[in-house]
């Protein structure tokens, strides 16, 4: 069994536009928010959390929802065109109500941009899990791993894409000193980045015969499929599957509360702590992305050699690692130095070992026709997390200490170790072959 690396090359350019799509929103809304706008940061921040809290209930939402589809061209594929379409629209039409706002400011612009601004999450938010559920339906158990890995880089390549255009289109030379900036060049060339990606992913990818065809495959291995008949003709998870499930989903929202506290506070933190500037932080989380994007294919490799959850908890190990080794190294020193880069490469590379293997185990508990329900589960543990963390690293910052960044974020990792603990399903690991049979995927 080989995975169709161009075939999941194609599948991912769904989650290309998204990423793409998101590094954009993070980087320009709040920008707009509070220099057109002039919007206190509390209220901003408002609403840039509103896609995590809209996400939880999206995503398991549509997720379900495209799960019950039945169209012709797939499960998936209607909610992706058709919500990538609506996104496109409505994210062309901010920098319009933007750009008149400065020219002529109203509170009912101002009400019409945040309005706006809800529709376009909502629109993004109907395709995610369809977007991540399609690599799943086309691909055999055993190799989601490995497929997961490229799904992941292509995410990267997305948000690579839109800073390189960013940076080309409103270097500082060209923006510095300006009372407003227009934003609707970049907003058009992100929408035709996703718009491009979704027409050619359309074009090329053959929903239902590719899942018609993964549906014969694991059929062939019914040992693949965790679920039992309850005496109905309906399946069920067993109670230890969805024992381990819920462990899983448990470790999830503790590595991200960990994870997600770092890169949401870590520019405040060394700029209280060590008195740095955001260069030097942008710096280290950058190592820290470079680190995962170079490690997601070796990745995929190790969890289809090793198995995916001692891959995640080799991860998980090596991440609570370098966070209490970020704690000294921060506290000891007034400067950001190469040692700190070493371990922010370390931590793309145990984040990475974590991100693409989790996914996998959850799906691989479902069977597929649950795996966009399956996938909500996934987003909603993820989401909730992020949803939290903000507020409570926050809190313990400014009431405790800013030192209590790291411990904490170490501490909500480690406890995740030990629910990885008790997740006994969702593996895959391969089956050791012995004598000619060894040579039989020597090709993979």
Not at 126 to 149: C, E, F, G, I
Not at 224 to 253: M, R, Y
Not at 289 to 300: D, E, L, Q, R, V
Not at 301 to 308: C, D, I
Request: aromatic share 10%.
């Amino acid at each position: 069994m080989k995975l169709n690396n161009k075939r999941t090359v194609l599948v991912g350019l769904a989650f290309l536009s998204i990423c793409a799509f998101w590094q954009m929103y993070d980087s320009v809304i709040p920008l707009i928010l509070t220099k057109t706008f002039h919007l206190h940061e509390t209220f901003s921040g408002a609403i840039m959390a509103a896609d995590n809290v809209l996400a939880l209930f999206l995503l398991p939402f549509f997720g379900t929802l495209s799960d019950r589809t039945s169209a012709r061209t797939g499960k998936r594929t209607p909610y992706i065109v058709l919500g990538t379409a609506a996104a496109v629209i409505l994210l062309n039409a901010l920098p319009l109500i933007d750009n008149s706002y400065y020219a002529e400011p109203s509170a009912g612009k101002m009400v019409a941009f945040v309005v706006l601004l809800g529709l376009l999450l909502i629109a993004m938010g109907t395709y995610r899990s369809p977007a991540v559920a399609l690599m799943p339906d086309v691909t055999p158990k055993p190799l989601r791993s490995r497929a997961n890995a490229i799904i992941n880089l292509m995410g990267a390549v997305g948000g690579i894409i839109y800073l390189a255009v960013a940076a080309v289109m409103y270097p500082n030379s060209r923006v510095a000193g300006l009372e407003h900036v227009n934003y609707q060049p970049l907003f058009i060339v992100v929408g035709g980045i996703m718009a491009v990606s979704i027409l050619v992913m359309r074009l090329t990818v053959n929903e239902p015969e590719l899942a018609a065809e993964n549906r014969r495959l694991e059929a062939e291995h019914p040992e693949w499929n965790l679920a039992e008949d309850d005496g109905s003709g309906n399946e069920v998870l067993p109670p230890a599957v969805k024992k381990s499930l819920a462990f899983l989903l448990a470790s999830i929202a503790l590595w991200f509360i960990g994870y997600n506290g770092i890169t949401t506070w870590f520019t405040t933190y060394v700029d209280k702590v060590m008195g740095q500037g955001l260069g030097g932080a942008s710096t280290c989380l950058l190592i820290a992305t470079g680190g995962a994007i170079i490690s997601y294919i070796p990745i995929g490799s190790l969890a289809h050699k090793v198995g995916r959850k001692r891959t995640i908890m080799i991860g998980v190990l090596l991440l609570a690692a370098c966070f209490m080794a970020c704690f000294f190294l921060t506290t000891a020193f007034h400067e950001i130095n190469a040692v700190m880069f070493v371990i922010f490469a370390l931590i793309g590379f145990a984040w990475a070992a974590i991100n693409v293997n989790s996914l996998p185990m959850v799906v691989e508990m479902c069977r597929g026709s649950d795996i966009g329900k399956f996938t909500g589960y996934y987003y909603t543990a993820s989401m909730a997390a992020q949803v939290v963390t903000p507020v409570l690293a926050g809190f313990l910052m400014r009431n405790v200490s800013y030192r209590v960044l790291f411990p904490y974020a170490s501490l909500f990792v480690l406890a995740s170790f030990a629910t990885m603990i008790m997740v006994r399903h969702g593996d895959a690991a391969p089956e050791v072959k012995h004598g000619l049979e060894a040579f039989e995927d020597m090709e993979d």
